[in-house]
């Protein structure tokens, strides 16, 4: 089993849809969730961290829950500037403490269309 | 630098071939990796340094790979005697401290074929 999974879609929404995507991780010790954004053929950027309470900027919200190992990334009133692959990402340990090295999903796929 | 440089940006190799990558990573941070992306946009890690320490090499395939982070020298990533299956584009990182940060600043990558 993967250390972090998400559907890779692709996701095909119109312009102004809401579109979902969802995560799991292996972990339960993993200390700390991003979502990274990666467009065709670029390095990956930082989207937006994932706290425990739920966290909002924007368009984009993202909610973690513990308890299932879950994480997920809402995107409302889509633009076609969306259209990415995104990234679910946990911080991996290393003696027992986060250093920062990441652990990628397989990243799920975004089209935004007219 | 404001921004981790990495070079060359493409790469092409013969198998068995040598290939060496290079990276700056932005000037204060003492955390460097790096990730390996083949197909289907599978992220591996490879090896992390702390200052020119390596911190955790998990990830490296120790037989034909090597890395470096020397004082005052960019970073380094080598490939001896390349296989097919090592193409891919090779992303370095860094991030200016541990603990739950998890903002990683990516170079555009190095993009290696072998053929």
């Known amino acids: 089993r993967k250390e972090v999974e998400q559907d890779p879609g692709p996701f095909n929404v119109p312009e102004g849809a809401t579109v979902a995507f969802n995560c799991t991780y292996s972990n339960s010790a993993s200390q700390s969730f991003f979502w990274y954004r990666q467009d065709c053929r670029k390095e990956p950027k930082l989207l937006m961290s994932?706290?425990?309470s739920g966290n909002e900027d924007g368009r984009f919200t993202a909610q973690l829950n513990r308890a299932s190992q879950y994480i997920s990334l809402l995107i409302r009133d889509s633009k076609l500037s969306d259209s990415a692959t995104y990234l679910c990402?946990?911080?991996?340990?290393?003696?027992?403490?986060?250093?920062?090295?990441?652990?990628f999903g397989q990243g799920t796929i975004l089209t935004v269309h007219p | 630098g404001e921004e981790v440089a990495q070079t060359p940006k493409h790469l092409v190799r013969g198998e068995g071939q040598k290939a060496k990558l290079y990276c700056a990573p932005i000037?204060?941070?003492?955390?460097v990796f790096w990730y390996q992306q083949v197909l289907k946009n599978e992220f591996k890690f490879l090896i992390s340094?702390?200052?020119?320490?390596?911190?955790?090499e998990t990830g490296m395939p120790k037989e034909r790979f090597s890395a470096k982070c020397l004082p005052n020298s960019p970073c380094s990533l080598e490939i001896q005697a390349t296989k097919l299956e090592d193409s891919a584009v090779y992303f370095c990182?860094?991030?200016?401290?541990?603990?739950?940060?998890?903002?990683?600043?990516f170079g555009e990558g190095s993009r290696l074929t072998v053929l």
């Open positions: 990402v946990v911080t991996a340990l290393k003696g027992g403490t986060s250093y920062g090295k990441l652990t």
């Open positions: 994932v706290y425990s």
């Open positions: 340094f702390q200052n020119e320490n390596v911190f955790d």
């Open positions: 990182a860094s991030s200016p401290w541990t603990g739950r940060t998890g903002e990683l600043f």
């Open positions: 000037k204060g941070h003492s955390y």
